[in-house]
């Protein structure tokens, strides 16, 4: 099979390997650079306050307004869109 534009003699099996290649490389630029962003937040002090903020959350997620009235009812519209949206899509 030739390129859709017909301008060139490239088939679909001679691209995929590039296109594995492709994935490939950027997977690996991913990993680094999710690394060099842990690296950054143990070097600028930003572990602490995240951490403080986490332990807040866990201790408040039950009780705080803006968890009860805020985040609950938005993630239970979501789970009930989502849920109809599939629905739909099965038939």
């Not at 995929?16 to 690996?28: E, G, K």
């Not at 997620?61 to 869109?81: E, N, T, Y």
């Amino acid at each position: 099979m030739t390129h859709a534009l017909g301008s060139g003699s490239t088939t679909t099996s001679e691209r995929r390997p590039l296109t594995r290649l492709t994935i490939s490389v950027s997977d690996v630029v991913l990993v680094l650079c999710a690394a060099a962003a842990v690296g950054i937040v143990y070097r600028f002090g930003v572990k602490a306050p995240v951490d403080r903020f986490q332990g807040w959350v866990r201790n408040n997620q039950f009780s705080h307004p803006v968890f009860r009235f805020g985040f609950d009812p938005f993630g239970r519209s979501l789970k009930w869109a989502i849920r109809g949206f599939a629905t739909n899509l099965q038939g």
